[in-house]
């Protein structure tokens, strides 16, 4: 295991490696099969998207200051062999005391390819890495789509998925140790 073996530092303090400490890539393998886990990025695209400024041209004369409400779903899905589709859904809402400013619905999608990996790490991967991997594409739609609609770029925080990901499997842990129903997965 590369992990393992013996670190050297050259006379420039730089990290560096043996060549023959490297694993030899180019070795067939017994069986002749690839068995390295492998995901990779096929594609990346809106699935859906809608922005709605329902109050127009009023909504540009008021000022009181905007309640933004964001929400954030999660999806996967297998569409294919070795092929599966993570689905960011980002639902925004921005509201004055006159009324609704604008709604902005984005589904935005990434098709991944994945071999040789156990199945409860893909849904680990498509659940907190992947959204991680397209939250920054999703965060410049909608901040091109607010700005086309007339207001200021609506530029969202980083989010952690990794972290949500970790506390919705422990809450679902703890509600099946309780004899809670697990909740029904989006399809």
């Keep these: ?37 492998q995901i990779g990025l096929i594609s990346q695209y809106v699935k859906d998207l809608s922005f709605e400024n329902p109050n127009a041209p009023v909504t540009y004369q008021w000022t009181s200051q905007p309640q933004i409400d964001i929400q954030f779903n999660i999806g996967t899905q297998q569409v294919g062999e070795d092929v599966h589709e993570s689905i960011l859904k ?23 390819a994945v071999r040789n990996v156990p199945e409860d790490q893909i849904q ?19 901040a091109d789509a607010v700005r086309d609609g007339g207001f200021a770029p609506l530029l ?4 952690d998925f990794a972290s949500m990901y970790v506390q ?16 029904a997965g989006d399809a």
């Design 1 to 37: 295991n590369l992990l393992h073996r013996p670190a050297h530092f050259d006379e420039e303090r730089r990290y560096s490696i043996m060549a023959d400490e490297l694993p030899d890539t180019n070795a067939p393998l017994a069986n002749g099969e690839d068995t390295a886990p």
């Design 90 to 112: 980002i639902d925004i809402s921005s509201s004055h005391d006159e009324g609704k400013a604008f709604i902005v619905d984005l589904s935005y999608a990434g098709l991944f």
């Design 124 to 142: 680990a991967f498509m659940l907190a890495e992947a959204p991680r991997i397209l939250f920054p594409f999703a965060r410049r739609v909608i």
């Design 156 to 159: 969202l925080e980083p989010i």
């Design 168 to 183: 919705q499997q422990e809450q679902m842990q703890a509600g099946q140790a309780s004899g809670e129903e697990a909740p």
